[in-house]
Nanobody, 116 residues
Framework: QGQLVESGGGLVQPGGSLRLSCAASDSIFNLYTMGWYRQAPGKQRGLVAAITTTGTTNYLDSVKGRFTISRDNAKNTVYLQMNSLKPEDTAIYYC??????????WGQGTQVTVSS
């Protein structure tokens, strides 16, 4: 099991952009499905975007066309480019890594706040 460290969160106005990064310390990072989840106050954690080992992506409907997930296996890093941010995007964003259903782990999260 490795370790995930998220960065790039912050405060942004509606319509603005942020780029989240997640650095992994796993020697088989390239074999993990990577994902971004978010959790708003009082709500359950939910999937925002995921990317498989072959580059297939999946997005929450409400972020399609606005968010882009990508990975750089050479840097053991996954990114989430967030454009056209809305107040409802405010949440703690967590990076996840999944090798098998039994072998998965999470970062500690980074706060994203979208407010005018």
């Amino acid at each position: 099991q490795g370790q995930l460290v998220e960065s790039g969160g912050g405060l942004v106005q509606p319509g603005g952009s942020l780029r989240l990064s997640c650095a992994a310390s796993d020697s088989i990072f390239n074999l993990y499905t990577m994902g971004w989840y978010r959790q708003a106050p009082g709500k359950q954690r939910g999937l925002v975007a995921a990317i498989t080992t072959t580059g297939t992506t999946n997005y929450l409907d409400s972020v399609k066309g606005r968010f882009t997930i990508s990975r750089d296996n050479a840097k053991n890093t996954v990114y989430l480019q967030m454009n056209s941010l809305k107040p409802e995007d405010t949440a703690i964003y967590y990076c996840s890594a999944r090798f098998t259903p039994a072998l998965s782990y999470w970062g500690q999260g980074t706060q994203v706040t979208v407010s005018s």
